[in-house]
């Protein structure tokens, strides 16, 4: 455990490496670092006196502010890491108070389709999950973590957020690059090594999309499956959340199992709301709802598994015909 003196006696450079947010605290104080080869309290000790007095604090009380900071800002980050193995969901009631007779498991790597008409309570259910209810909601259901009703606190903290949501459209207002982008998110996770997470995040969101873009691409000029490719990417190796939502990502403009088996390589619990047979049939099963209960779960069987090496070879045979078309050629004699 790190402690008052052991911050004191270490090299800023030191302390800067381990923790970046160290300058964030002495540009807040309008106190830029210009030397880093000296330890905590050379630094302090060596601030102009008349700096310290318009702060109107000792030298003392800032290196004691500091080191509140420091403990706030490392409580923030271990908060920011989720050690979520499973998440139960204990069936509660539909609209019309018949009871669901079963309940739901949710593992990281997981794929679960969501199936169900318009206002079928497709949202309700994530949004249960979402707010880890405890027989508190209309629907009476209780979200268990790990087996546990989770703490009070979490319900309302946004660094325990289960879910994170990719809507079908993605609308940018900022007037950045794609690299200050996620450099930005990067900064706000407080990730170690944000050059390698950029790189890696600008290789797979290129992956997915299906034109490529640049890193100093501005972010307003990306395509709706440009966007969505990024946000995928930035979603799978940037965010805390464990669960993943996904709507509607057939009309996305993207590699759609691609963006699957990246998710899942990163742990996460993929929630898709889908009409697509071939993603319907990519999960490991299928959520009915009917009447803004859990219907049925279904099991995604061998023989749908043989019937999706089907269904992708007409996709892909349909992918071909819309290349075509996009090149302008005709599409006679297909048969």
């Known amino acids: 455990m790190i402690t008052t003196e052991i911050i004191k006696t270490m090299e800023l450079q030191s302390l800067i490496q381990q923790h970046p947010y160290t300058e964030d605290f002495f540009h807040m104080m309008g106190i830029p670092i210009k030397n880093t080869q000296c330890t905590l309290e050379q630094y302090i000790h060596h601030i102009d006196p008349l700096l310290i007095e318009d702060l109107g604090i000792e030298k003392e009380g800032l290196f004691q502010q500091f080191f509140l900071y420091m403990e706030q800002m490392e409580h923030i980050k271990k908060g920011m890491h989720l050690d979520i193995q499973l998440i139960t969901i204990l069936g509660g009631r539909d609209k019309s108070g018949i009871p669901e007779k079963t309940n739901l498991y949710l593992r990281p790597g997981e794929v679960v389709c969501i199936v169900g008409p318009t206002g079928s309570g497709k949202s309700r259910l994530l949004g249960d999950i979402e707010w880890m209810a ?29 879910v994170a949501q990719l809507s079908q459209n993605m609308n940018f207002v900022m007037d950045i690059d794609v690299c200050n982008f996620i450099k930005i998110h990067a900064e706000s ?9 950029i790189e890696e995040i600008f290789f797979h969101a290129n992956r997915l999309a299906g034109e490529a873009f640049r890193l100093d691409t501005p972010i307003t000029s990306l395509s709706g499956g440009q966007s969505r490719a990024l946000m995928i990417a930035d979603t799978a190796c940037l965010s805390i959340s464990p669960i ?57 069987t061998e023989e749908e598994k043989k019937n999706l090496i089907k269904l ?17 050629l005709t599409l006679g004699n297909l048969i």
Not at 255 to 267: G, M, P, S, T, Y
Not at 312 to 328: C, F, H, S, T, V
């Open 134 to 162: 405890q027989k508190d909601t209309p629907t009476q259901r209780q979200i268990l973590i790990n087996g546990h009703a989770p703490p009070p606190e979490w319900r309302f903290s946004s660094e325990h957020k289960l």
């Open 189 to 197: 996770r407080m990730t170690d090594h944000k050059d390698e997470k």
């Open 244 to 300: 993943v939502l996904i709507d509607e990502i057939e009309n996305a403009g993207i590699d759609r199992k691609e963006a699957l088996e990246l998710l899942v390589k990163k742990d996460k619990i993929i929630l898709m709301a889908t009409h697509d047979p071939i993603l319907a049939l990519m999960g490991n099963r299928r959520i009915v709802i009917k009447n803004g209960g859990i219907h049925k779960i279904i099991e995604t």
């Open 312 to 328: 992708e070879e007409i996709d892909r045979a349909m992918g071909k015909y819309r290349e075509m078309l996009r090149r302008g």
